[in-house]
């Protein structure tokens, strides 16, 4: 029972991790304006290293140098991959909202 215990525990502490996502989720939550995007896409590296942490793969000697680190490279690519979804998703219904029609949305 004590080794359930102990592994139990070990997984409490490694949640600690994700405290700094966590409360950039809470503080963009009651925000109504479109710029809260800027805290969300900022909580997915912290995420990604928090995961990483808990995981037990230290690449890193602390928390925030693994997330200053592996989560600009991985903020960078997302930032990429989110403009490049809005533009081949928004870019077609711009167009079909400006002249709506069976052509068009083809």
Do not use: C, K, N
Request: no cysteine.
């Amino acid at each position: 029972m004590s080794d359930v215990l102990r592994r139990t525990g070990a997984l409490l502490l490694r949640l600690r991790f994700f405290l700094p996502a966590l409360l950039l989720m809470l503080i963009a939550a009651p925000i109504r304006h479109p710029a809260v995007i800027v805290l969300l896409l900022a909580a997915q590296p912290l995420f990604l290293a928090g995961a990483v942490s808990a995981l037990g793969y230290l690449f890193e000697t602390d928390f925030w140098t693994l997330a200053l680190r592996r989560g600009t490279a991985f903020l960078v690519l997302l930032v990429a991959y989110t403009a490049f979804v809005a533009l081949a998703v928004g870019l077609p219904a711009v167009h079909l909202a400006q002249q709506p029609g069976a052509l068009h949305a083809l």
